[in-house]
């Protein structure tokens, strides 16, 4: 079974556009969420990043957050999580 991902970006990022080009040719899904336009969203991410609003980060089902991560560390994460795209 699939766990969600959550992706928080916002519209301006080129780290974001291209990791959601990179998931989208691995075929694994995500939710977007732009903390320009979600308040919460910003608060969460600052909350997780020492207080920074860095995007991308994302959101593992099990809570679990990577900053600006690559490919290669969403994919070792959700096999340590037994996930699979």
């Known amino acids: 079974m699939t766990q969600p991902l959550t992706m928080y970006t916002t519209p ?4 974001c556009r291209r990791l959601k080009s990179q998931l989208a040719r691995e075929g694994i899904e995500i939710t977007e969420v732009d903390i320009e336009r979600d308040p919460a969203a910003a608060e969460y ?3 997780v ?3 920074n609003q860095t995007v991308p980060t994302v959101l593992f089902g099990d809570g679990s957050t990577l900053t600006n991560p690559s490919v290669r560390a969403i994919r070792q994460r959700m096999e340590e999580l037994a996930v699979t795209p």
């Open 12 to 15: 301006w990022c080129g780290y």
């Open 45 to 47: 991410v600052m909350k």
């Open 49 to 51: 990043n020492g207080g």
